[in-house]
């Protein structure tokens, strides 16, 4: 009886750990080795260097408060673009507390004439963790930004038009502005070329 029970048993015993084996260590190594192969960067999390050292990611955003610098949406994911805690704050439309929230963002983002303040400086994303403003999010912080460096409203302007990211293939997604890529290149142009 007890032969019969392992005979039977032992074909599924076999197929269990050869499927581990294969689907949790093989496959998932091939995967990782194809991907570090064909895409290095995506890989290793689209990681941002300059000089060596690790300035961010292209996909998570993070919080810029500085005048000199064009500023993200807001986060709600923990204490501010914190990966850990990534989510919405939950808040619905009735709710006093996103109401006073956004309109301190509102009232905080009053530097330019345009007395309307566009819609993602003041609201956070799903996740928390966006990095990117719309294009008029950043054109509307052009001002702000040419007087805190002394830069000519019309380069930090230029600046902004060379960093929209185009939809893909053209109709996939919305322009959008990296936040971390555009105060890198703001930093770029330097003093020299006031």
């Known amino acids: 009886m007890n032969?019969?029970?392992?005979?039977?048993?032992?074909?599924?015993?076999?197929?269990?750990?050869?499927?581990?084996?294969?689907?949790?260590?093989?496959?998932?190594?091939?995967?990782?080795?194809i991907g570090q192969l064909v895409f290095p960067a995506q890989a290793n999390g689209s990681l941002i260097r300059q000089d060596g050292r690790v300035m961010g990611s292209a996909l998570i955003g993070q919080a810029f408060a500085s005048d000199?610098?064009?500023?993200?949406?807001?986060?709600?994911?923990?204490?501010?673009?914190?990966?850990?805690?990534?989510?919405?704050?939950n808040l619905?439309?009735?709710?006093?507390?996103?109401?006073?929230?956004?309109?301190q963002d509102i009232a905080a983002n009053r530097t330019s004439p345009d007395p309307v303040v566009p819609s993602d400086l003041v609201t956070a994303?799903?996740?928390?963790?966006?990095p990117h403003i719309s294009p008029d999010a950043a054109f509307y912080q052009v001002g702000r930004v040419a007087r805190?460096?002394?830069?000519?409203?019309?380069?930090?302007?230029?600046?902004?038009?060379?960093?929209?990211?185009?939809?893909?293939?053209?109709?996939i997604g919305e322009p959008r502005v990296n936040v971390l890529e555009i105060n890198r290149r703001l930093d770029a142009i330097g003093a020299s070329n006031i």
């Open 3 to 33: 032969k019969d029970i392992f005979t039977a048993l032992r074909p599924a015993l076999v197929m269990t750990l050869l499927f581990a084996l294969l689907l949790g260590i093989a496959y998932p190594l091939a995967l990782t080795g």
């Open 68 to 89: 000199r610098y064009f500023h993200p949406r807001p986060s709600a994911a923990g204490k501010g673009y914190d990966a850990m805690a990534s989510s919405g704050s």
């Open 92 to 103: 619905g439309p009735t709710s006093r507390a996103l109401a006073d929230r956004v309109k």
């Open 125 to 130: 994303s799903a996740s928390g963790l966006d």
């Open 148 to 171: 805190a460096r002394g830069i000519a409203p019309d380069r930090v302007g230029a600046l902004v038009s060379a960093s929209i990211e185009r939809p893909l293939l053209g109709f």
